[in-house]
């Protein structure tokens, strides 16, 4: 399983980025994908996950009514629109999927990570 994460870039507070996580191999399309982030001198911590279905979504407090996550079965992508971005937000933004760890995880597998950076 391969997991490709892209979209990040630099933002000024209070404008939008659209994140994508492209899955690939045996069983992906059964799996739930989640998104964690991690600032420098933080831990990673988890964001929002969705099943591959799409039918149950699930967001950490802190990004609940600005970022939403939706899926496209028939591309096995996974996106993550960010709105209303704060400098609390800029992370370095990693996908992971897996069998299990719905939602918060573990997840088995990761994607690279693509970094959000939030200008004041």
């Known amino acids: 399983v391969q997991l490709q994460a892209s979209g990040g870039g630099l933002v000024q507070a209070g404008g939008s980025l659209r994140l994508s996580c492209a899955a690939s191999g045996r069983g992906v399309s059964t799996y739930a994908v989640g998104w964690f982030r991690q600032a420098p001198g933080k831990e990673r911590e988890f964001v929002v996950a969705i099943t591959w279905s799409g039918d149950r979504t699930y967001y950490t407090d802190s990004v609940k009514g600005r970022f939403t996550i939706s899926r496209d079965s028939a591309k096995n992508t996974v996106y993550l629109q960010m709105n209303s971005l704060k400098s609390e937000d800029t992370a370095v933004y990693y996908c992971?999927?897996?069998?299990?760890?719905?939602?918060?995880?573990?997840?088995?597998?990761w994607g690279q990570g693509t970094q959000v950076t939030v200008s004041r």
């Open positions: 992971a999927a897996g069998p299990g760890g719905w939602p918060t995880g573990p997840y088995d597998y």
